[in-house]
């Protein structure tokens, strides 16, 4: 792979780079400012990360010469029919918290890898359960943590997820924000 493209990450994320460097392949991180992450009204709520990291990967087309590959994600968690993004302040993310507790979900993080002459979109779901937790619990995490670049307001990898997550289907590193073993395979294949 290393040797026939030059993969670009299109994330600002630490997650995703250190995700995305254990593929043991070279890459950069080139970040263009303000891209839209808005999505249509009425768009079905498990289609929306991958409309975001197709619109994202729009914002790159100048760059794909060369053999480059851009990569790029949008992670949501959908709870019911609501899309879970980022929240917007400390309050939000206890909001979003107290909606989580005691439920399933799904995470879904839609990915394209775009080349000059080719995209592969695809999305992966995970399903993630959650313990009850208590109003303590969560105003300990979201004042320590502070998860306000996080969808769904948790990253499963720090302290609410190991005391408050009871079951998970799926890939776990698709919930840090990167599912790397599918990617692995798409890039494989591209």
Not at 96 to 113: A, D, K, P
Not at 158 to 184: A, D, H
Request: hydrophobic share 40%.
């Amino acid at each position: 792979m290393e040797k026939d493209y030059h993969i670009i990450l299109a994330s600002n994320s630490p997650r995703r780079r250190e995700l995305l460097a254990g593929l043991d392949v070279d890459f950069e991180v080139r970040v263009v400012k303000g891209v839209s992450e808005a999505y249509p009204a009425g768009l079905p709520v498990m289609d929306v990360a991958g409309y975001v990291a197709r619109e994202k990967a729009g914002a790159y087309k100048d760059q794909l010469g060369g053999g480059a590959v851009v990569l790029t994600a949008d992670t949501v968690v959908v709870l019911g029919g609501e899309v879970l993004g980022k929240p917007k302040d400390l309050d939000d993310a206890r909001r979003m918290l107290r909606m989580l507790s005691g439920m399933t979900h799904h995470v879904v993080t839609g990915v394209c890898l775009t080349a000059a002459d080719r995209q592969r979109c695809f999305s992966v779901v995970t399903d993630v359960t959650f313990r009850e937790l208590s109003d303590e619990e969560i105003n300990y995490y979201v004042d320590k943590y502070r998860p306000l670049d996080k969808a769904g307001a948790y990253g499963i990898q720090e302290w609410i997820g190991y005391v408050g997550v009871t079951s998970i289907s799926g890939s776990y590193f698709n919930v840090m924000g990167l599912p790397v073993q599918r990617i692995y395979e798409e890039l494989r294949r591209f």
